[in-house]
Nanobody, 115 residues
Protein backbone atom coordinates (compact mmCIF):
# COMPACT_ATOMS: atom_id res chain seq x y z
CA UNK A 1 0.00 0.00 0.00
CA UNK A 2 2.87 2.38 0.78
CA UNK A 3 4.33 3.67 -2.47
CA UNK A 4 7.21 6.02 -3.25
CA UNK A 5 7.78 6.91 -6.89
CA UNK A 6 10.83 8.94 -7.89
CA UNK A 7 11.15 10.93 -11.09
CA UNK A 8 13.26 13.68 -12.61
CA UNK A 9 16.56 11.92 -13.13
CA UNK A 10 18.52 12.06 -16.34
CA UNK A 11 21.78 13.02 -18.02
CA UNK A 12 23.23 16.42 -17.21
CA UNK A 13 26.57 18.15 -17.79
CA UNK A 14 28.87 19.08 -14.90
CA UNK A 15 27.70 22.35 -13.38
CA UNK A 16 24.11 21.71 -14.40
CA UNK A 17 20.99 21.22 -12.32
CA UNK A 18 18.21 18.70 -11.84
CA UNK A 19 15.14 18.54 -9.63
CA UNK A 20 14.06 15.13 -8.40
CA UNK A 21 10.54 14.41 -7.19
CA UNK A 22 9.15 11.64 -4.99
CA UNK A 23 5.40 11.10 -4.99
CA UNK A 24 4.21 9.33 -1.83
CA UNK A 25 0.98 7.48 -1.10
CA UNK A 26 -0.46 4.96 1.35
CA UNK A 27 0.42 6.81 4.57
CA UNK A 28 -0.06 10.16 6.27
CA UNK A 29 2.71 11.98 4.47
CA UNK A 30 2.74 15.09 6.67
CA UNK A 31 3.44 13.02 9.81
CA UNK A 32 6.80 11.62 8.70
CA UNK A 33 10.31 12.73 7.91
CA UNK A 34 11.42 12.01 4.36
CA UNK A 35 14.91 11.23 3.10
CA UNK A 36 16.89 11.01 -0.11
CA UNK A 37 19.67 8.45 -0.45
CA UNK A 38 21.91 7.60 -3.37
CA UNK A 39 23.99 4.67 -4.52
CA UNK A 40 26.86 5.13 -6.94
CA UNK A 41 28.34 2.23 -8.93
CA UNK A 42 30.51 0.08 -6.67
CA UNK A 43 29.65 2.07 -3.55
CA UNK A 44 27.41 1.71 -0.51
CA UNK A 45 24.07 3.47 -0.39
CA UNK A 46 24.49 6.76 1.44
CA UNK A 47 22.10 9.35 2.87
CA UNK A 48 22.02 12.67 1.05
CA UNK A 49 19.32 14.81 2.65
CA UNK A 50 16.55 14.67 5.26
CA UNK A 51 13.52 16.83 5.91
CA UNK A 52 11.53 16.40 9.11
CA UNK A 53 7.77 16.57 9.41
CA UNK A 54 8.30 20.15 10.61
CA UNK A 55 10.45 21.13 7.63
CA UNK A 56 13.84 20.98 9.36
CA UNK A 57 16.53 19.93 6.89
CA UNK A 58 19.91 18.26 7.11
CA UNK A 59 22.46 17.28 4.47
CA UNK A 60 25.48 15.13 3.87
CA UNK A 61 28.68 17.15 3.65
CA UNK A 62 28.91 16.38 -0.05
CA UNK A 63 25.50 17.99 -0.63
CA UNK A 64 25.74 21.07 1.57
CA UNK A 65 25.52 24.31 -0.36
CA UNK A 66 24.47 22.57 -3.59
CA UNK A 67 21.37 20.49 -2.81
CA UNK A 68 18.07 21.55 -1.28
CA UNK A 69 15.41 19.18 0.04
CA UNK A 70 11.84 20.43 0.33
CA UNK A 71 8.33 19.05 0.70
CA UNK A 72 4.83 19.93 -0.36
CA UNK A 73 2.43 18.23 2.02
CA UNK A 74 -0.60 19.22 -0.07
CA UNK A 75 0.87 17.20 -2.96
CA UNK A 76 2.39 14.39 -0.85
CA UNK A 77 5.68 15.06 -2.62
CA UNK A 78 9.27 15.56 -1.53
CA UNK A 79 11.83 17.21 -3.82
CA UNK A 80 15.58 17.33 -4.16
CA UNK A 81 16.92 20.34 -6.04
CA UNK A 82 20.47 19.60 -7.18
CA UNK A 83 22.67 22.43 -8.43
CA UNK A 84 26.29 22.65 -9.54
CA UNK A 85 26.30 18.94 -10.23
CA UNK A 86 29.58 17.04 -10.31
CA UNK A 87 30.49 13.71 -11.92
CA UNK A 88 30.74 12.19 -8.43
CA UNK A 89 27.01 12.90 -7.97
CA UNK A 90 26.29 10.16 -10.52
CA UNK A 91 24.14 7.57 -8.76
CA UNK A 92 20.70 6.08 -8.45
CA UNK A 93 18.72 8.33 -6.12
CA UNK A 94 16.14 6.80 -3.79
CA UNK A 95 13.32 8.25 -1.71
CA UNK A 96 12.82 6.78 1.78
CA UNK A 97 10.40 6.91 4.70
CA UNK A 98 11.06 5.17 8.03
CA UNK A 99 8.21 3.72 10.07
CA UNK A 100 8.69 2.09 13.52
CA UNK A 101 8.58 -1.43 12.09
CA UNK A 102 10.33 -0.88 8.74
CA UNK A 103 11.38 1.55 6.09
CA UNK A 104 10.09 1.90 2.54
CA UNK A 105 12.01 2.78 -0.60
CA UNK A 106 11.11 3.93 -4.05
CA UNK A 107 12.38 2.27 -7.21
CA UNK A 108 15.06 4.90 -7.71
CA UNK A 109 15.86 7.36 -10.48
CA UNK A 110 19.18 7.49 -12.33
CA UNK A 111 21.23 10.68 -12.29
CA UNK A 112 24.24 10.79 -14.59
CA UNK A 113 26.60 13.78 -14.58
CA UNK A 114 28.95 13.63 -17.52
CA UNK A 115 30.50 15.88 -20.13
Amino acid sequence: QVQLVESGGGLVQPGGSLRLSCAASGFTFSSYAMKWHRQAPGKQREPVATISRYGITSYADSAKGRFTISRDNAKNTVYLQMNTLKPEDTAVYYCNVQFPARGYWGQGTQVTVSS
